[in-house]
């Protein structure tokens, strides 16, 4: 019986050094991969975060629009001054009787119901005649609230309206949304 000699043929294998190389580019190439994967669930993170917001903050001013469309004079209810269609409570004032944080009327599709919008504890309220509840959900920080009144008396020929001003923040993010709308009472001041 013989016994073959085997040889080893060089150049088939790997050495150490090109085993090392290899694993360190694989590893350099997942470490980028799991990067650009992170940074793309944080943006999308920050974009959903931004478009609930801005789904919130769209229905809270679809909510006062539709109620201060259908604002009604007050005739002596007591509400608001008499002759008015929409009043800045004192409490809200923060640049005279047409500037503030909280808005008062007679929610005329409400029962005719005296209401206040206004801005508390960083959200937006609603009072509607006998309890409180808030507007925006306890993500959102509304970080600044202002309506603006003009030609809410009836001495004056000026259309009712009100201008909404509203900054807000997500908690979870960053950024910033302002929104801005008028509203103009659907029934001409008489």
Known sequence: MQISNC???KGKGFTLVELLVGIGIFAILIGAIVGVLISGIEIQRRLLAQQEMLNQLSYVIEYISR???MAKKDEG???ITSGYNYEIPAIYQT???NLGEGLRFI???DGDKCQTFYLESA???FNDGTNSFPLTSPKIEVQDLKFQLSGQDSGDTLQPRVI???KA???GISSVINLQTSISQRNPDE
């Open 7 to 9: 040889k080893l043929k």
């Open 67 to 69: 109620a201060l469309r």
């Open 77 to 79: 209810s007591g509400c």
């Open 95 to 97: 640049g005279g009787p």
């Open 107 to 109: 929610n005329h599709i």
């Open 123 to 125: 959200a937006l309220k």
């Open 164 to 166: 909404i001003f509203i």
């Open 169 to 171: 923040k997500h908690t």
